[in-house]
């Protein structure tokens, strides 16, 4: 069991530059090292001292690892002092340490411009270590879980917009979706039928066609069935009076 110790009032900063904001001063991190001990500890709490040195130096003997752990520490805590706490073998962020990805960790919704902006994949400052795949897959693992509540969210702004027929909000958070995740069908599908509701059949199928490109350009296939059925009835909706009123209540249960 760990021991909370003193109060910390402090804040870091994974999203975009990573930053330790302590009273009045704004620091900024560079090591990367010491930014991924940091995150580690932000994402998973306590830690052995063992476990914590194997992920950022593997490959290393153990006296090393744990020199170079002991030496990260010493100069995050110099930075802000009790900013890493210790207990027996075990390091944790200090009391009233906080962060901004605890929707990452705990039952936290996500705010609505760091979804805007999840397209830029700015968690941690983008780093990325090839080098190190142990450590990789685990960033993978919390970028990809990053993006997935970023599309929950502004689908979910992107439904309520389109039923409340606010509908070219509808498309500025289906847009962000598709810069997000461009290759998803589901956003591609309601984008086109929002355009056609709004009254903009033509920027409908440009949708389609700027969808289909891509797909074959990086996947090397076409889009699915729907997507490709939606296609042809918008190019014959002005044949079928009725193809309106299909489409909103299409838009009002649309679900991701």
Known sequence: MTTPGPRTDVRIEFLGQVRI???????????????????VLAVKGATSRQQMASLLWPGTDSEHSQGSLRLRIHKINRLCPTLIRSHLSSIFLGHGVEHDIGFLTADEEMPLPVALDAHRDHLIGSLEFSENPQLNSMLGHYKNQFASKAVSLLYRHARNAAIDRNLDQAVYFLNRILLLSPHNETACRNLMRVHVLNGCRASAIETYEAFRRNMRDNLGIDPDTKTKRLHMEILSAQEDPNYQTRISEALDSMIL
């Open 21 to 39: 904001l302590h009273e009045a001063a704004h620091i900024v991190v560079n090591d990367k090292k010491a930014i991924l001990l940091m995150f």
